[in-house]
């Protein structure tokens, strides 16, 4: 996005705030924000696609890059073949600049390929010449040199059919070829090919490895280049038969060595009418490979058709060229075509070593003609082989004479010195140098032709010659030629690796005469003949055994010193296919120094079956010696070996395996994957965008195993599955509708990106497979939360769509639970609500049949709202199921009781559904809103209605005129914003309203009456320095158009919303820009803050659904900040088409409400056992100290009176008429302690009272023995009352004696008993007969209280009455004395 340049210079002096604007204590910036919809696959939002994700062609082979979070669509092939192999050449950053794929396809968006091309990031396809002319098993793309391997089944490149035979190279014709991707063209292979198809590549060490089913190199004699080198011709005796009689053109020499047009001297015609010849006799043996032939056009004349013949035995030679109109190699014997123009035309020898090699001439036999005669323009011949005569530019040191011997084909040199003289200095410097032209660098067998010696009769003379070979750049070889032969023989002399002549080295021969020959005893001259050298290309290898090893720098100055391919130094058993090879570590050296060799192949010598390593030295068994089927693919990641194909376990039976594994190189052991799959895997590739530890395996597998012994069920897939190789267990992939025919990616690179690519005939391909729900983390990455057999599955109906979401967390110290609702179910049975635990969708809570529409939590309660699903009963007619709203209590696990939501009487109970739950923050309050009319049948509460959390109780709003579902709702600034439909008199009707709770009433908002239609979603703008701001989002009622508006505090306004019509947004959310990828928003000088409807500074607008964006491209999730457009997101379902985003939320802490919580019953329980059992223990303790007081007072009253009896007793001894008697003494025991005291009482009152007082006393110590039933164990030990325990002051016992605290027991349970609310005298039973009676036995403490102090007070008054009797009665006495 780019904004003017007036407005950058503006904004450069902000630059970088953006960031810095985001509020501190925004938790949007932490944590995860999840991404809820209707989807099956999820990939970044990309251009190339049009933004959509890619919806394809299945009945068409499509290729596909993939990156961790995105996916391309890189090209569609027809679907007459399959894509098989691929490679990629990256870009610094780890993008892809260019791939290349293989495989038995023929073309590529209506443009002809050959079995391979190259497509680059932009689109760009490169056919590579035509491609090869047979299947394609490999590709491999060495970076440092920007060339691809190619490997297959196939015998040539096309471009080395069509150009002309002459450039058909035999690099063209043996299952590997090499193309350089920088220079558009097909390199020279040094080996020529191979005799047999190439499966796989790898790199080791800076050496390319091909493995497949092949033997040996095929660069012999055959198959070097046709023009290896020009025979001289102007060297050759060439005449010609029937020629014309046209003066100039009657020899046919004038076809040899020619630049001009049929002109004089020029060009060869025969006589008018008649067919003709010429013969070309060559000055030596030689192997010719091609016939170049230029036509005449002299007059109307030329050769329609010809044949070649052998001179030395006049067999016709079979010949082949290029069908101008098929591009084809046709071939023709005995007469071959030529077409009447002024072009080259090329024609090669087709016969074998047995009929071509030694051939002394060949004749060219015109059969027919054009016009009046036949003839030719221009005429060349090439030959297989290096044949080296004597040129001119050799060189001669020496007295070297040129020798002509009658019965010898041409000449030859000689040298010839005194026998005494072969190892002096002057014979030993006489040498002839030749440099050979070597095309192409390989392995040649160097043959020298010696005369024989019977031609000159100097047999006597021939000694030894010393060839010196310059074969290589520092590297010579000294061989010793014997020449003692009869006959002309063509001797071999050495087998050497020569490279390709430059024009900085050559390979060069010297010859001299060798000082250690041996010569005849009687010869005088010793005798060195040259002729010629040939070097003729020989097959490199024959021990390959399925490997070579290739360096990948074919430049001339690596192939100076050695050869830069071969076989391993060591070998694997004859006729072994090798399917598989790749390199890694080996026993944790944590080095790349090993080869891993898989296949089909056994050594039971060596101890290896179908798996095999190589150190650089010597190929070696695996632990258990290897595997117990085929080996089809392996790749190492970490310092692990994982291997995919066709086999049950380790060879010796030790492991089980199927069809998948791992080989740990530290441990060296076999492990099994899970419980493996139940098909043959295909392709083993690192998965390198979901990071360096992940593995995929391809094939044709519908079943992941479940591991032995466990309880889990097995997995169902679909021919690609991806194992995680740091958690040991099957992880989530790319979502790709269909097996894939090529997954290939490279080892992961720690850089920007990491690209896989993935061919087949797929319906839907993205970058991950999220069934509905996906995180975006707080790196800007999205993750996928699928996990193989625990995702998220469509429902019964097949409807798979998450509409809602949320993370619960008990508290600050928990980790939050990703909650999530819709219309879905899981693996364990749940459905339309689940919970996210441990990478696993379980279930959160039963009996929800109904479409989950929303989630909101307040403290601990979650409250689910949706579609209401009930169904009654066949047999009983009961009602059940999801009404439409549930509260459930997520730590108690329990769902809260409340009366169900509910429509109009005549209405279907499954029309009711809640849009909304809205929590009152700092209440008990939450606010539901949907489509419904009561709550519990009673209470109207149309579309919307609160609930109290604690009480369970529904109560209504004040009266609305909501005539319509509401559709969303929000609280600002304590006012609740509420979408709907209301009814606004004879106005027009609003769409938006508030409720304000402080006055319970509703309120219209400034500008609402605005909005051009209803209104589907509300946002707040929580980032706003004016509190109360939200977003709104609707549909218009004129077009269904979406449109968004903004309320600022005070008012409204409509934003210039450039969103394409049919777009539905589902939702809107203001996301910090920190949290979104620097890639997709560009940097912070784009944006344009000058817009009507401005966004927080910081922050951009997150909008969700399926939208269509202004330039036409589609996403399900884009980025708006003034007036501009950022897609993001992009989806699509299992039905290939476009997928929607409904929700996006972040991981932040739930609202705060005032909950009262309730007690278990349990608890309940042994709370009111406890606050009884403390009541019990109160009362008696209240009993107690009450007992106590009361004894006290009773003791108290009791020693007053004894002591005013010992008074009145003290007195009575002293008085006239009365008679002294000795005080006893009473010792208060067990069983007279009730006696005494009544005794002491008695005795108090004995002066004044008469019998009746003295009989009540019997009555009331009667009755108290009947009260008062103690055991003797329980009495009150005490002692003797006497003087000396009395105060004398008081007349009260002392308080320290121990007798005074008996006696005030005593004397306390004494006035109990005889207290008139314990006993009562019961005159119907006679005067005499007393007893004890309880009046009221629930009397409380406080009757109790008044009674004891009531008796206390009355036994003040008697015994104040008795003191006074006493005193009367002494003064009566003394007056009457």
Wanted: proline share 4%; glycine share 10%; hydrophobic share 35%.
């Amino acid at each position: 996005f780019e904004s003017s340049s007036e407005f950058e210079s503006d904004f450069s002096s902000d630059e970088g705030s953006l960031l810095d604007d985001v509020d501190a204590g925004d938790k949007s910036d932490e944590g995860g924000i999840g991404i809820v919809g209707g989807f099956n696959g999820v990939s970044s939002f990309s251009p190339n696609n049009g933004g959509a994700s890619l919806a394809l062609d299945k009945d068409m082979t499509s290729v596909v890059s993939l990156s961790k979070d995105s996916g391309i669509l890189l090209g569609t092939f027809t679907a007459d073949g399959q894509i098989t192999a691929g490679c990629s050449f990256y870009n610094s950053d780890g993008s892809i600049s260019q791939s290349f794929f293989g495989g038995t396809v023929t073309s590529l968006n209506s443009t002809n390929v050959g079995y391979v091309v190259g497509v680059d990031s932009s689109g760009l396809v490169d056919v590579m010449s035509g491609g090869v002319d047979g299947p394609v098993n490999a590709l491999y793309c060495d970076q440092g040199t920007n060339q691809v391997f190619v490997g297959g089944n196939f015998t040539s490149t096309i471009a080395g059919l069509t150009t002309s035979i002459a450039t058909m190279r035999s690099a063209s014709t043996g299952s590997m070829a090499i193309y350089s991707a920088g220079n558009k063209s097909w390199q020279q292979v040094p080996f020529i090919g191979l005799d047999g198809p190439v499966f796989d590549f790898a790199e080791f060490e800076g050496l390319v490895y091909a493995v497949g089913a092949f033997s040996s190199t095929v660069d012999n004699a055959t198959h070097v280049p046709l023009n290896t080198q020009p025979l001289n011709l102007t060297a050759c005796n060439i005449v010609g038969g029937n020629n014309a009689e046209i003066a100039g053109f009657t020899d046919p020499r004038n076809t040899i060595c020619t630049t001009k047009r049929d002109q004089e001297n020029n060009t060869w015609l025969l006589r008018d009418l008649l067919d003709g010849y010429m013969t070309i006799n060559f000055p030596f043996k030689a192997t010719p490979s091609l016939l170049r032939l230029m036509n005449t056009v002299y007059d109307g004349r030329g050769t329609k058709s010809f044949r070649v013949l052998a001179v030395e035995n006049n067999q016709v030679l079979t010949m082949s060229y290029i069908d101008p109109e098929t591009k084809t190699e046709l071939f023709c014997s005995p007469a071959c075509p030529l077409a009447q123009n002024d072009d080259w035309q090329e024609f090669r020898f087709v016969d074998g070593d047995a009929m071509l090699a030694n051939i002394t001439g060949v004749m060219i036999k015109i059969d027919s003609y054009y016009g009046m005669g036949g003839g030719l323009n221009k005429v060349e011949i090439y030959q297989r082989g290096n044949t080296l005569p004597l040129r001119p530019s050799s060189t001669f040191v020496g007295a070297w004479t040129e020798t002509t011997a009658a019965s010898y084909r041409g000449t030859y040199r000689t040298l010839t010195v005194n026998a005494a003289d072969v190892a002096s200095a002057q014979v030993q410097n006489s040498v002839i140098t030749m440099a050979p032209y070597i095309p192409e660098p390989g392995f040649y067998t160097v043959y020298m032709m010696v005369p024989g010696c019977q031609n000159t009769n100097t047999c006597r003379s021939r000694s030894s010659a010393h060839v010196l070979l310059m074969s290589n750049r520092g590297l010579s070889k000294l061989i010793q030629v014997n020449q003692y032969n009869i006959q002309d023989e063509e001797v071999e002399v050495a087998r050497i690796y020569a490279p390709a002549s430059t024009s900085d080295f050559s390979a060069t021969v010297q010859i001299s005469l060798s000082p250690n020959g041996v010569v005849d005893d009687q010869a005088t001259t010793v005798e060195l003949v040259v002729d010629y050298i040939r070097f003729e290309r020989v097959t490199s290898y024959t021990n390959l055994t399925g490997v070579i090893q290739l360096n990948p720098d074919l430049t001339t100055s690596s192939q100076l010193s050695q050869a830069i391919y071969g076989p391993l130094s060591d070998s694997l058993p004859d006729d072994s296919v090798v399917y598989s090879v790749t390199s890694g570590v080996a026993n944790d050296t944590h080095r790349d120094n090993t080869l891993f060799l898989g296949g089909m192949f056994s050594d039971s010598s060596n101890g290896y079956y179908n798996i095999a390593l190589y150190d650089g030295h010597n190929i070696k068994p695996l632990n258990a010696t290897g595997l117990h089927g085929t080996v089809n693919s392996m790749s190492f990641v970490g310092t692990s070996l994982y291997v995919g194909g066709d086999f049950n376990g380790t060879s010796d039976h030790a492991t089980a395996l199927n069809n998948v594994a791992q080989y740990n190189t530290t441990d060296q052991m076999w492990y099994s994957l899970s419980g493996g799959v139940d098909k043959p895997v295909t392709s083993v590739v690192p998965y390198s965008p979901f990071g360096p530890n992940v593995v995929a395996f391809a094939g044709a597998f519908s079943t992941l195993y479940a591991a032995s012994g466990s309880k889990d069920a097995n997995i169902t897939a679909s021919g690609l599955c991806m194992w995680d190789a740091t958690d040991s267990k099957w992880t989530s992939m790319p979502y790709i509708k269909n097996t894939p025919t090529l997954l290939f990616a490279d080892a992961w690179k720690d850089q920007s990106y990491n690209f896989a690519l993935t061919a087949g005939s797929f319906s839907a391909v993205a970058a991950l497979e999220a069934n509905g729900a996906v995180v975006l983390s707080s790196s800007g990455q999205i993750e996928s939360l699928n996990t193989p057999g625990e995702s998220l599955k469509p429902d019964a109906q097949g409807r798979l769509t998450v509409n809602s979401g949320l993370w619960y967390a008990k508290d600050n110290t928990t980790t939050p639970v990703l909650i999530v609702g819709g219309q879905f179910q899981t693996q364990d049975g749940a459905t339309n609500i689940a919970q996210l635990r441990d990478g696993k969708w379980q279930k959160l809570l039963d009996g929800i049949n109904g479409e989950v529409l929303s989630i909101n939590n307040a403290a601990n309660l979650l409250f689910v709202g949706g579609v209401a699903n009930i169904t009654a009963n066949a047999d009983n007619g009961k009602l059940s199921g999801f009404s439409g709203l549930v509260v459930y209590n997520v730590d108690k696990d329990d769902v809260l009781g409340i009366q169900q939501l509910q429509g109009p009487s005549d209405s279907d109970p499954s029309a009711v559904r809640v849009n909304k739950v809205a929590i009152r923050a700092d209440t008990s309050m939450v606010v539901v809103g949907g489509n419904f009319t009561t709550a519990g049948g009673l209470l109207s509460c149309p579309y919307i209605c609160t609930l109290d959390i604690n009480e369970s109780q529904w109560s209504p709003l004040s009266s609305s005129t909501l005539i319509d579902a509401v559709t969303d709702m929000l609280f600002a600034d304590k006012l609740l914003v509420v979408a709907g439909t209301f009814k606004n008199g004879t106005e027009p009707t609003d769409y938006l309203m508030t409720y304000d709770f402080d006055v319970s009433s509703w309120a219209n908002i400034t500008g609402a009456e605005n909005l051009p239609g209803p209104v589907t979603s509300l946002t707040p703008a929580d980032h706003e320095e004016t509190a109360g701001m939200y977003y709104i989002v609707g549909t218009s009622s004129k077009d269904k158009s979406p449109y968004l508006a903004k309320y600022d505090g005070t008012s409204i306004t409509i934003a210039d919303f450039t969103i394409g019509a049919k777009s539905d947004v589902h939702s809107i959310l203001l996301v910090p820009r920190s949290r979104i990828p620097s890639s997709v928003l560009g940097s912070s000088s784009n944006l344009n803050r000058r817009s009507n409807m401005p966004i927080p500074s910081g922050y951009v607008l997150a909008v969700s659904g399926d939208l269509f964006l202004p330039n036409g491209q589609r996403a399900s999730n884009a980025f708006f900040y003034d007036n501009q457009w950022a897609g993001f997101l992009s989806t699509i379902q299992s039905n290939s088409s476009p997928g929607f985003i409904n929700s996006v939320f972040y991981e932040i802490p739930p609202t705060n409400v005032y909950q009262r919580h309730k007690l278990s019953v349990a608890l309940v329980i042994l709370i009111a056992i406890a606050i009884a059992l403390g009541i019990t223990f109160l009362i008696v303790l209240i009993g107690l100290v009450y007992i106590y007081m009361r004894n006290r007072r009773e003791a108290a009253a009791t020693a007053s009176a004894a002591s005013a009896a010992l008074a009145a007793t003290a007195g009575g001894l002293g008085g006239a008429g009365t008679t002294k008697t000795p005080l006893t003494t009473t010792r208060l025991g067990a069983g007279t302690a009730v006696g005494a005291g009544s005794g002491f009482m008695a005795a108090a009152g004995a002066a004044s009272m008469g019998s009746k007082r003295n009989t009540q006393g019997d009555h009331y110590r009667n009755m108290a023995g009947v009260r008062d039933t103690w055991a003797e164990d329980n009495a009150f030990a005490g002692e003797p009352v006497s003087y000396e325990n009395i105060n004398p002051n008081t007349g009260r016992l002392n308080s320290g004696s121990p007798a005074g605290l008996a006696s005030l027991a005593l004397a306390g349970r004494q006035a109990a008993v005889s207290s008139d609310t314990y006993v009562h005298y019961d005159e119907k039973n006679g005067g005499d007969t007393k007893y004890a009676h309880r009046d009221d036995a629930n009397e409380s403490l406080d009757s109790i209280f008044e009674s004891a102090a009531a008796e206390a007070e009355a036994e003040e008054k008697n015994l104040a009455r008795e003191r006074a009797a006493s005193a009367s009665s002494r003064e009566g006495a003394i007056g009457g004395t």
